[in-house]
């Protein structure tokens, strides 16, 4: 590996730290949502209302130094709120393109299922071709580029479920738990301290990585080796759930080919130049849970898509 490629995995490493500041016991969903930058994926966050989905992305782009602006989905929100549109101007008697909050570097969809199909689907071409199209013209957006959504798993009414195509375009879907109880004991202890989550600066916060960094990373993941037995193992796994009795619908060879874009992702941030099985059982989760679907009979009987993805690891004998 290039020297360029140690030190931006170095300054990436200093970013859980970092965002440690701010939100207390996430690491996993950090190292989640760092490994989605380094394949150029998107991210869908689930959790609960308060376990810092928002604050996480917030505080990551703070340390990232990445552009990011927030959207909140709402039901009345309209495709040109997110992507712009053409504004008359009286004075040059000429439409004007005005950008929407989708050209930045890091865009925070909060309560993506808030808002109506229609306008869900603005994010279609952004998510999938990085521009956006009006008026017949294509308007590449800025680079790197991620959305990172959240949701509410819990609350149905006035939501609008995501469709699979809409799904597909997230990388991983992170589940965002709640914290272990000595961390809620320090998160009431910062609180009580003056910790103010409006003011990430007075957290101590800081850019520790910037997009060159990022750019560097994404190079060096590139090039980072995976021998012919993981690659049969990850087409085994997806090919698994597709024959998994509890699954309708199994994982495509689009999931296969993000499963293996995240296990080069973690290999790299764990400073190896090769792909390991377990690179690919740590993410087989996350990258393939909003890729299938539970039989409805097996989700009365209780079965989870999490449970039967788990039992397919477990099937399926990993190479040595």
């Known amino acids: 590996m290039t020297t360029d490629s140690h030190q931006a995995r ?5 970013l859980r730290a970092e965002v440690g500041k701010a939100v207390v016991g996430q690491d996993a969903v950090v190292g989640g949502v760092l490994v989605a930058l380094l394949c150029g994926g998107h991210v869908l966050l689930e959790g609960v209302p308060g376990v810092a989905k928002t604050l996480l992305v917030r505080a990551l782009s703070m340390a990232l130094d990445l552009d990011t602006k927030r959207v909140q989905f709402t039901p009345d929100l309209m495709p040109g709120d997110v992507t712009g549109s053409l504004i008359y101007d009286a004075r040059s008697t000429a439409f004007n393109f005005r950008p929407g909050p989708v050209f930045t570097n890091l865009l925070l969809a909060d309560e993506i299922n808030r808002t109506p199909p229609k306008t869900q689907a603005a994010l279609l071409e952004a998510m999938e071709e990085r521009q956006v199209t009006v008026d017949g013209s294509a308007r590449p957006l800025p680079q790197p580029f991620l959305v990172a959504a959240t949701q509410n798993p819990i609350e149905y009414e006035g939501t609008y479920p995501l469709p699979e195509a809409q ?5 991983l879907k992170l589940s965002v738990p709640l914290p272990q109880r000595e961390e809620e004991l320090n998160i009431l202890r ?7 989550p409006r003011d990430l600066k007075s957290a101590g916060v800081t850019p520790v990585a910037g997009p060159a960094d990022l750019l560097a990373g994404r190079y060096a993941v590139q090039h980072v080796a995976v021998a012919e037995p993981v690659l049969a193992y990850i087409v085994d796994l997806c090919r698994a759930t597709r024959t ?3 699954l309708e619908l199994g994982a495509s060879p689009r999931g296969a080919t993000a499963l293996l874009a ?3 992702a973690n290999a ?3 400073g190896r130049d090769y792909v390991l099985p377990d690179d690919v059982k740590a993410f087989t989760v996350p990258t393939l849970r909003h890729r299938v679907r539970l039989r409805a009979d097996a989700e009365l009987d209780g079965a989870t898509v999490d449970g039967v993805l788990a039992a397919v690891l477990a099937a399926v004998p990993a190479p040595r």
């Open 262 to 264: 995240v296990s080069k």
């Open 244 to 246: 998994a009795p509890a």
């Open 167 to 171: 799904l597909d375009r997230f990388l």
């Open 190 to 196: 910062a609180h009580h301290h003056g910790f103010d």
């Open 268 to 270: 790299w941030l764990h």
């Open 10 to 14: 170095e300054a990436l490493g200093r």
